[in-house]
T-cell receptor, first 114, second 113 residues
Framework: AQSVTQPDIHITVSEGASLELRCNYSYGATPYLFWYVQSPGQGLQLLLKYFSGDTLVQGIKGFEAEFKRSQSSFNLRKPSVHWSDAAEYFCAVGGSGGYNKLIFGAGTRLAVHP | EAEVAQSPRYKITEKSQAVAFWCDPISGHATLYWYRQILGQGPELLVQFQDESVVDDSQLPKDRFSAERLKGVDSTLKIQPAELGDSAMYLC???????????FGPGTRLLVL
């Protein structure tokens, strides 16, 4: 069955510290992978996506993610967190072709201390 | 930059009442999605349209929920009658084609009392 696991429900970091949010997926075919960010009461904004090619993907707001097929992971990283990064982050998996829907993880809530 | 529009942004209703949500996708996007996001969880797909046709409604509670996209552009999601457990954020998204990047609207927050 297709699934996404985000092991960390809540993470707190200090402003300026590095960040890594974990995402593990289960998918029967070649996955398309996404990270979205959601501010309170708002919709989801796409941070970055992986379809194919280079396994290190650069996104907006200084975020990057690395696809590791052997570990079924797509972890999100940022070298230096800003207070405005406080939000909820969702990893999602989908497929190419057909009517493949996105399967979302439960999300990781990020808090940033000054 | 083109965006997905949704209205209303917030809706409070009493159980057993009918509610309706509207979504206008990014112009030219053939694929439209309705998701439900319960507090503390990730979004879950309710229904997916390709143009005016439903291609996936496997998670839509069809006894009370309905969705339409009559002209293949904007869409309406209806709940009748609303139940307490329907309180959630309802998100609309669109993409140029299935499997392509989905762009989300701001959502409608529903509270059923």
């Amino acid at each position: 069955a297709q699934s996404v696991t985000q092991p960390d429900i809540h993470i707190t970091v200090s402003e300026g510290a590095s960040l890594e949010l974990r995402c593990n997926y289960s998918y029967g075919a070649t996955p398309y992978l996404f990270w979205y960010v959601q501010s309170p009461g708002q919709g989801l904004q796409l941070l970055l996506k992986y379809f194919s090619g280079d396994t290190l993907v650069q996104g907006i707001k200084g975020f990057e993610a690395e696809f590791k097929r052997s570990q079924s992971s797509f972890n999100l990283r940022k070298p230096s967190v800003h207070w405005s990064d406080a939000a909820e982050y969702f990893c999602a998996v989908g497929g190419s072709g057909g009517y493949n829907k996105l399967i979302f993880g439960a999300g990781t809530r990020l808090a940033v201390h000054p | 930059e083109a965006e997905v529009a949704q209205s209303p942004r917030y809706k409070i209703t009493e159980k057993s009442q009918a509610v309706a949500f509207w979504c206008d996708p990014i112009s030219g996007h053939a694929t439209l999605y309705w998701y439900r996001q319960i507090l503390g969880q990730g979004p879950e797909l309710l229904v997916q349209f390709q143009d005016e046709s439903v291609v996936d409604d496997s998670q839509l509670p069809k006894d009370r929920f309905s969705a339409e996209r009559l002209k293949g552009v904007d869409s309406t999601l209806k709940i009748q009658p609303a139940e307490l457990g329907d309180s959630a954020m309802y998100l609309c998204a669109s993409s140029s084609d299935p499997g392509e990047t989905q762009y989300f609207g701001p959502g409608t927050r529903l509270l059923v009392l």
